[in-house]
């Protein structure tokens, strides 16, 4: 395996904890339609798009509706989910994250957000994250929601970097399903038993550095 060249993270639990958001927002929405959503429900919606993830509620709920609902429905989690994040600032990214960034791009590698999230600019402005990017790739610039590879074919490309050149930092299933299917390497950030397709998982970010990416090329021999 080359050596890395370029990390791709995502957003949402990897970066910063705007999971609790959404859990709150959906949460809400369910009480409003009169079923409960409980943290192990939400599982279930990490990495995935704003409406897939409403039919996965809707399901859970029983509830079969017509898009012209459903498409409100989502308006509305996303208004209460908005208001959460409008109020967010630097204290809220994840420990770890920030330094390591800067780590890899103080020994030249590239960076990129490969993130599902059409809110991610409000995310990476309201925190200061921005100019640490290279490339931003968002869920306003994919047709095709993470398991499928999209998001971080895209940020490949727009690096300049091979794939096989490139590394997925992921908490969730489907995320690290779309970096496998994009032909990279991924380190999965949260439970080992949750996570096992990543080259390896470690709690955080703090517990990551560049002096571990090695490990990528012997966990592929």
């Known amino acids: ?9 995502d957003l949402d639990g ?11 927002a959906w949460k809400r929405l369910a009480n409003e339609l009169g079923f409960e959503f409980t943290e192990h429900d939400n599982e279930k919606l990490k990495g995935v798009s704003r409406m897939a993830s409403l039919d996965i509620l809707l399901s859970i709920g029983g509830l ?9 429905l989502a308006t509305r989690k996303n208004e209460w989910y908005f208001q959460s994040i409008m109020a967010m600032d630097q204290s809220e990214i994840l420990p770890g ?12 590698l590239k960076i990129a957000l490969g993130s599902a999230s059409k809110n991610a600019m409000t995310i990476l402005n309201n925190t200061g994250l921005t100019p640490y990017f290279d490339v931003i790739i968002d ?17 490949s490309t727009e690096l300049g970097i091979p794939k096989e050149q490139c590394v997925v930092f992921e908490d969730a299933e489907a995320g690290i399903e779309a970096a496998r299917r994009a032909g990279m390497a991924c380190v999965g950030i949260g439970s080992p038993e949750t996570l096992r397709a990543a080259d390896f998982v470690i709690p955080s970010l703090q517990d990551m550095s560049v002096n571990r990416l090695p490990e990528l090329n012997a966990s592929n021999l």
């Open 1 to 9: 395996m080359p050596a890395i060249k370029a990390c791709l993270f």
């Open 14 to 24: 990897v970066l910063v904890d705007t999971a609790k958001y959404h859990y709150l």
């Open 64 to 72: 079969e509706l017509d898009e012209t609902t459903k498409n409100e």
């Open 97 to 108: 994250a920030l330094e390591f960034i800067q780590e890899c791009k103080d020994n030249g």
């Open 139 to 155: 869920g306003n610039r994919t047709t095709s929601a993470k398991p499928d590879p999209e998001v971080f074919t895209l940020g």
